[in-house]
Nanobody
Framework: QVQLVESGGGLVQPGGSLRLSCAASGSIFSIGAMGWYRQAPGKQREFVASATSVGTTTYTDSVKGRFTVSRDNAKNTLYLQMDSLKPEDTAVYYC??????????????WGQGTQVTVSS
């Protein structure tokens, strides 16, 4: 079984920074695209940023210039550097990945999420 574990969330003041990590483990043959999504209470889950296996990145407009997504393929880890945080960034942040298992099955998986709270 393949698992994703997010870490790095916490409480930060507006204008502050956090760095999230998403580590994949388990019966992995290879990992394709990986991305970050977030969900605030009472709101729909939304796309934040993603990176392909070769490092091509995509961002939602609201985080461009403030967030940076990157990945370390050797560690099967995805990162999200969040700077100039705003209260509206408050949400549970989830990691998503496409992977091929050792059994050669293509799967799409989600992590359990990490809470990010931006408040004064």
């Amino acid at each position: 079984q393949v698992q994703l574990v997010e870490s790095g969330g916490g409480l930060v003041q507006p204008g502050g920074s956090l760095r999230l990590s998403c580590a994949a483990s388990g019966s992995i043959f290879s990992i394709g695209a990986m991305g970050w999504y977030r969900q605030a209470p009472g709101k729909q889950r939304e796309f934040v940023a993603s990176a392909t296996s070769v490092g091509t990145t995509t961002y939602t407009d609201s985080v461009k210039g403030r967030f940076t997504v990157s990945r370390d393929n050797a560690k099967n880890t995805l990162y999200l550097q969040m700077d100039s945080l705003k209260p509206e960034d408050t949400a549970v942040y989830y990691c998503n990945a496409e992977a091929i298992t050792i059994a050669r099955v293509r799967i799409n998986i989600w992590g359990q999420g990490t809470q990010v709270t931006v408040s004064s």
